[in-house]
């Protein structure tokens, strides 16, 4: 894997990993003071959430596609791609299902 492969997999997932933890911010997470609302269960609890998870779960998903695609085809497979697209992979899952399944 040459310098210019290496510097397009590193910008594009310095790219999908700033999206993925904006898409997948809550409204109600500004609201945790470290006092009555702790952390982001608290928040969830106290407060009544509009969850538009369904949606940006899928619009952060289609960032990752462009690295699986990457991975998958024999021309472009390289140990630091695929450690970088796992990364971002649970990057993904635990921004949206993760940190919520935790406060069950």
């Not at 509009?50 to 998903?61: K, Q, Y």
């Not at 960032?63 to 085809?73: D, E, N, R, V």
Request: proline share 2%; aromatic share 16%.
């Amino acid at each position: 894997m040459n310098f210019k492969k290496i510097t397009l997999t590193l910008v594009y997932s310095m790219f999908a990993f700033t999206l993925i933890a904006f898409l997948s911010y809550l409204k109600e997470e500004e609201y945790i003071d470290g006092d009555e609302v702790k952390n982001v269960c608290d928040a969830v609890r106290m407060l009544q959430v509009d969850d538009p998870r369904a949606f940006t779960a899928s619009l952060g998903f289609l960032l990752l596609m462009p690295l699986l695609i990457a991975c998958l085809s024999r021309k472009h497979r390289h140990v630091f791609l695929i450690v970088v697209t796992i990364a971002l992979f649970f990057w993904w899952i635990w921004r949206f299902y993760g940190r919520l399944a935790v406060c069950l």
